[in-house]
């Protein structure tokens, strides 16, 4: 018999824990009972989007952090300053934008010394799994703009053969919409944390901010 944690090969799908309609505030509630992959098990709490429902502009990150899984809430932690910083120097308000992951639980691995709680990349089917939450917060909030964070957002977003270097910086069609709505990609704020050259790496991240800042102002 199955017990309801015993994912088959390719089962992993946070669908049947979607509510059915509702408005953000239901999606929020429903996602904090998510166990569509077995990340869940192992992470505080589910981190939902935050921000307004009529936001222009939502930002995608890849998944919490250990202080986003601590408070709750999007980029809170370190990268989450830095991205503050750069959206402020890109002249685009966060507090106007809808902030979310494409997985909604931190995946990690405990270091052998210590309780240090190290970052680990979810895998595509994790990320397959959790994308109808994004799905959802994106349909609820239709934004003109949706700003890929990362490689895990682009793939989330575009499909696997989405590749940041390549990719970033450019106005992109949203998938699968009818209307204007555009996807533009950059580099994940923990990227430059990690970079060698970091204030060539954070440039290259306010001005690909800076065409987001274009569109949402019309000259794009
Ligand atoms: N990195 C992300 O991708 N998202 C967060 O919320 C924090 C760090
Ligand atoms: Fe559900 Fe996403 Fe969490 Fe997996 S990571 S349990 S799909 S919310």
């Known amino acids: 018999m199955s017990r309801p944690d015993d994912y088959g090969a390719s089962a992993y799908d946070a669908t049947p824990f979607l509510p059915h309609g509702g408005g953000l505030e239901a999606y929020r509630r429903a996602a904090e009972g998510c166990r569509g992959c077995p990340l869940y098990e192992n992470a505080t709490r589910t981190v939902f989007g935050k921000g307004d429902a009529s936001a222009r502009i ?14 709750g809430e999007p980029f809170v932690g370190p990268a989450g300053r830095l991205l503050d910083r750069a959206l ?11 902030v979310t992951n494409a997985v909604k639980h931190f995946k990690f691995t405990v270091a052998e010394r210590g309780k240090r709680r190290i970052h680990k990349a979810p895998s595509l089917r994790e990320v397959s ?6 799905r959802a917060e ?15 957002a682009g ?9 940041v270097t390549r990719d970033r910086g450019s106005v992109m069609p949203m ?7 555009c996807v533009v990609a950059t580099v994940h704020p923990s990227a430059i944390l990690r970079a060698d050259d970091r204030e060539s790496a954070y440039a290259g991240l306010v001005s ?6 274009r569109v949402l102002d019309g000259r794009a």
Do not use: N
Request: some cysteine; aromatic content about 4%; proline content about 6%.
């Open 129 to 134: 799994a959790c994308r109808p939450w994004m």
């Open 208 to 213: 690909d901010l800076k065409v987001v800042a």
């Open 155 to 163: 793939k989330a977003l575009l499909g696997s053969s989405f590749r």
């Open 138 to 152: 994106l349909d609820l909030v239709r934004p003109e703009v949706v700003v890929a964070l990362g490689a895990t």
């Open 58 to 71: 939502v930002l995608v990150g890849e998944q919490p952090g250990d202080q986003e899984d601590r408070t």
């Open 175 to 181: 998938p699968g919409s009818d209307d204007q709505r």
């Open 88 to 98: 402020e120097e890109a002249g685009i308000d966060r507090g106007a934008a809808y």
